[in-house]
């Protein structure tokens, strides 16, 4: 199967996720970004579809989902006050990004087969 992703990358829905003016907002997309393809895959690999409607669903299920805004308050506390992303990589974030993702990840429990 082979999945176009310069269709997924150009979906306007990515816009409604968020933004990415600061350290904070990058770190809060970024998260859900990975969160979202996640999701997104175990449906085209159930589904079996190329498609971007995988992709659609996934974001629209992460931002009515609580997890949405647990990241963000995850990522806030992670980051507290810094502002630059070269505080984020010199403080050694990544792990605790990782782990805001684990514990955050989509349900798959409701996704049913076609």
């Known amino acids: 199967m082979?999945?176009?992703?310069?269709?997924?990358?150009s979906l306007n829905l990515w816009s409604t996720v968020g933004s990415v003016n600061n350290a904070l907002e990058v770190a809060q997309f970024g998260?859900?970004?990975?969160?979202i393809l996640e999701y997104?895959?175990?449906?085209?690999?159930?589904k079996?579809?190329?498609s971007t409607q995988p992709v659609e669903?996934?974001?629209?299920t992460y931002k009515r989902s609580p997890q949405c805004q647990a990241v963000q308050k995850a990522v806030k506390n992670a980051i507290k006050d810094r502002n630059a992303l070269r505080d984020i990589f010199q403080t050694n974030?990544?792990?605790t990004f990782v782990q805001i993702v684990l514990d955050n990840l989509l349900s798959k429990d409701n996704i049913k087969a076609v």
């Not at 998260?31 to 969160?35: H, P």
């Open 48 to 50: 079996n579809t190329t």
């Open 31 to 35: 998260i859900a970004v990975v969160i």
């Open 40 to 46: 997104s895959f175990f449906i085209w690999d159930l």
């Open 57 to 60: 669903t996934a974001i629209t």
């Open 2 to 9: 082979y999945i176009n992703f310069n269709h997924v990358l």
């Open 93 to 95: 974030l990544e792990k």
